[in-house]
């Protein structure tokens, strides 16, 4: 079993950065995809970075490409998500979430294991 902390959410002004850690126990995620997802209020849950377990290539949505960047270090079992430029509709719960797939893919049903999420607000 996989238990995932996520932590480093908060409030910025537009234009500000945060980077989110989500902390693993439980056993190595060496084998599983990491990805990041949001719930904006009023909206549906979506995906938004991907780490692949098995090129460690990133994948992005494209409304953050070029301002969100997602890397994993297995040894710390740990996945950042690095987030600069924010913007408003940047503001959600971000959860982390671990999927026993070999590439990345933002179907929610994929993935066996959540995080409790943690809140990101952007002002404008």
């Known amino acids: 079993q996989v238990q995932l902390t996520e932590s480093g959410g908060g409030s910025v002004q537009a234009g500000g950065s945060l980077r989110l850690s989500c902390k693993a126990s439980g056993r190595d995620v060496v084998t599983y995809a990491l990805a990041w997802f949001r719930r904006a209020p009023g909206k549906e849950r979506e995906g938004v970075a991907c780490s692949s377990n098995m090129d460690y290539s990133s994948h992005y949505v494209e409304s953050v490409k070029g301002r969100f960047t997602i890397s994993r270090d297995d040894s710390r079992r740990t996945v950042f998500l690095q987030m600069n430029d924010l913007e408003p509709e940047d503001t959600g719960v971000y959860y982390c979430?671990?999927?026993?797939?070999?590439?990345?893919?933002?179907?929610?049903?994929?993935?066996?294991?959540w995080g409790q999420g943690t809140q990101v607000t952007v002002s404008p």
């Open positions: 979430a671990a999927a026993s797939i070999s590439v990345c893919d933002y179907s929610p049903g994929l993935y066996d294991h």
